[in-house]
T-cell receptor, first 111, second 116 residues
Framework: GQNIDQPTEMTATEGAIVQINCTYQ??????LFWYQQHAGEAPTFLSY????GLEEKGRFSSFLSRSKGYSYLLLKELQMKDSASYLC????????????FGGGTRVLVKP | NAGVTQTPKFRVLKTGQSMTLLCAQD?????MYWYRQDPGMGLRLIHY???????AKGEVPDGYNVSRLKKQNFLLGLESAAPSQTSVYFC???????????????FGPGTRLTVL
């Protein structure tokens, strides 16, 4: 099975930086995804890591350490529109490209 | 491209009633998935399919059935709805691992189901 742990909620100020941590335990590992989900909407893909290290995509970066079962999502230069839930989802090695989602971290950006 | 679409968007059922949720994708994806999302519980996989004519159980399959008669469609059925099935249901699709790239899952807009 898989256990995923991420904080429930974080608050930050517009223009600041926020780091969302995710720890996971998996029986097999084949990459880790981060999704963004605005209230009442569908999750949308943000980033993917399969090797250790940092992946940068504009204001968003994601880091992975496979040996520690740890990832983080870094949101820089926060904007009001970044207020959303952020879902950590490791992928297992079993057939089906299946993801297991954490409960999500709700980020509230204040002016 | 419409991506992943779901019908209906909202539905209210009485206990014991049945219904079918329809998911359609126009991206020629091999894999399709049904999730439910409840407050504080994240997305949980109900059933999934790795190709036309095949289905498999996910984490929480009880009380649901699925069918994938056509590659582009994935149906989720509730034979006898219960209040515990009140949830938001999301469909998703992706390429197979063999297709390379990230193979991220693309999600539909969701169906909000209330069972009274």
């Amino acid at each position: 099975g898989q256990n995923i742990d991420q904080p429930t909620e974080m608050t930050a100020t517009e223009g600041a930086i926020v780091q969302i941590n995710c720890t996971y335990q998996t029986s097999g590992f084949n990459g880790l995804f981060w999704y963004q989900q605005h209230a009442g909407e569908a999750p949308t893909f943000l980033s993917y890591n399969v090797l250790d290290g940092l992946e940068e995509k504009g204001r968003f970066s994601s880091f992975l350490s496979r040996s520690k079962g740890y990832s983080y999502l870094l949101l820089k230069e926060l904007q009001m529109k970044d207020s959303a839930s952020y879902l950590c989802a490791p992928r297992g090695k079993a057939a089906g490209n299946k993801l297991t989602f954490g409960g999500g971290t709700r980020v509230l950006v204040k002016p | 491209n419409a991506g992943v679409t779901q019908t209906p968007k909202f539905r209210v059922l009485k206990t014991g009633q049945s219904m079918t949720l329809l998911c359609a994708q126009d991206m020629n994806h091999e894999y399709m998935y049904w999730y439910r999302q409840d407050p504080g519980m994240g997305l949980r996989l109900i059933h999934y399919s790795v190709g036309e004519g095949t289905t498999a159980k996910g984490e929480v399959p009880d009380g649901y059935n699925v069918s994938r008669l056509k590659k582009q469609n994935f149906l989720l059925g509730l034979e006898s709805a219960a209040p515990s099935q009140t949830s938001v249901y999301f469909c998703a699709s992706s390429y197979s691992i063999a297709s390379g790239s990230y193979n991220e899952q693309f999600f539909g807009p969701g169906t909000r189901l209330t069972v009274l």
